[in-house]
């Protein structure tokens, strides 16, 4: 089944304390993207990676890193979590092109305390 | 620059009305538009996109879409709401960069 994977789906932690959101895709898409989806505040765009090795920020990335080593997975990585980031996170992968949908992976919601 | 706005933070209609969702876009390309739907606890699906093809766009669960060039919208309908339709429901644009971007979306409250 085509599909986009997120673990964990819930995670509770403490301040500083680093950790790896871990997004893989089985759809051989080029394209991944992270967002983050708060109340009132729609969808916003974190990172997002064109192809391998190619990585973008988007318009909320401070506090976050990735990387795209292998096509199919593309990790969010919190070095030092703040309660700012306490959020809902959504990962996606698109083929090539405009017109193609993306797919949104079931969310990961993290809260830091 | 490519933009999209949602009329309309929270839309109510009682079960069998029609539902409207108005979306309006900005872009310097020909645009390719995008409706998404988000049920509670899950992440985003697709229910319809425009790509230059048909103006009026056929989705899943009955929605549709229509594509107006002169006055930049894409608003979303279904004839007939039905308690499952309560959602948040996203318009987005491609733009020149593949990237997609995204309204603020609504939220569709069905009365009994």
């Known amino acids: 089944e085509a599909q986009v994977t997120q673990n964990p789906r819930y995670l509770i932690t403490v301040t500083g304390k680093k950790l790896t959101v871990t997004c893989s895709q089985n759809?051989?898409?080029?394209?991944m993207s992270w967002y983050r989806q708060d109340p009132g505040l729609g969808l916003r765009q974190i990172y997002y990676?064109?192809?391998?090795?190619?990585?973008d920020k988007g318009d909320v990335p401070e506090g976050y890193k990735v990387s795209r080593k292998e096509k199919r997975n593309f990790p969010l990585i919190l070095e030092s979590p703040s309660p700012n980031q306490t959020s809902l996170y959504f990962c996606?992968?698109?083929?090539?092109?405009?017109?193609?949908?993306?797919?949104f992976g079931p969310g990961t919601r993290l809260t830091v305390t | 620059a490519q933009s999209v706005t949602q009329l309309g933070s929270h839309v109510s209609v009682s079960e069998g009305a029609l539902v409207l969702l108005r979306c309006n876009y900005s872009?310097?390309?020909?645009?390719?538009l995008f409706w998404y739907v988000q049920y509670p606890n899950q992440g985003l699906q697709l229910l319809l996109k425009?790509?230059?093809?048909a103006t009026l766009v056929k989705g899943i669960n009955g929605f549709e879409a229509e594509f107006k060039k002169s006055e930049t919208s894409f608003h979303l309908t279904k004839p007939s709401a039905h308690m499952s339709d309560a959602a948040e429901y996203f318009c987005?644009?491609?733009?020149?960069?593949?990237?997609?971007?995204w309204g603020a979306g609504t939220k569709l409250i069905i009365k009994p």
């Open positions: 996606a992968s698109k083929p090539r092109g405009r017109g193609g949908e993306q797919y």
């Open positions: 759809m051989n898409h080029e394209y």
């Open positions: 990676s064109m192809n391998v090795e190619v990585t």
């Open positions: 872009s310097s390309v020909p645009p390719y």
């Open positions: 425009y790509t230059s093809a």
């Open positions: 987005a644009v491609s733009d020149s960069n593949y990237q997609l971007i």
